[in-house]
C-alpha cells in the first residue's frame, strides 16, 4: 500500500526557508510523477511543482517559481520542496502527491496523497 507522509512544516517569518519532505513507500516510484499541492484556508487545492521521479524534470506553478526548489532523493525514497523567500501568501497545508502522469499539475491526476503538513509564513 502506497504511503507518503510530509514532514518539515511549520511557523517561520517572511523571507526566511523551509525544507518539506515526503517519505515514500509502498512501490516502486520509478515510473511516477510526484507533486507538491497547497491548501490555504478558505481556497481550494493548488498546484506548486512536479518532478518525474525517473530524470528528475521538474514544472513550477509561476507563483513559487525562483523561490521554491522540488527534488526527490532516490536512495532514501523522499521528495523533499526547499522553499526559500517564504511569503505570507504561501501560507498553507502542504501535500505532498504521487501518480502515474508527468506533467500533471491537476490534484484529480494524482492518485496518492499524504495528509499534510502546515506551513505558516507570519509577516
Known amino acids: 500500500q502506497v504511503q507518503l507522509v510530509e514532514s518539515g512544516g511549520g511557523l517561520v517569518q517572511a523571507g526566511c526557508s523551509l525544507r518539506l519532505s515526503c517519505a515514500a513507500s509502498?512501490?516502486?516510484?520509478?515510473?511516477?510523477?510526484m507533486g507538491w499541492f497547497r491548501q490555504a484556508p478558505g481556497k481550494e487545492r493548488e498546484f506548486v511543482a512536479t518532478?518525474?521521479?525517473?530524470?528528475?524534470?521538474?514544472i513550477y506553478a509561476d507563483s513559487v517559481k525562483g523561490r521554491f526548489i522540488i527534488f526527490r532523493d532516490s536512495d532514501k525514497i523522499a521528495v523533499y520542496l526547499q522553499m526559500n523567500s517564504l511569503k505570507p501568501e504561501d501560507t498553507a497545508v502542504y501535500y505532498c502527491?504521487?501518480?502515474?502522469?508527468?506533467?500533471?499539475?491537476?490534484?484529480?491526476?494524482?492518485?496518492?496523497w499524504g495528509k499534510g503538513t502546515l506551513v505558516t509564513v507570519s509577516s
Open positions: 502527491a504521487a501518480g502515474h502522469l508527468y506533467p500533471a499539475a491537476l490534484a484529480g491526476q494524482y492518485e496518492y
Open positions: 509502498g512501490r516502486t516510484f520509478s515510473s511516477y510523477g
Open positions: 518532478i518525474r521521479w525517473s530524470g528528475g524534470d521538474t
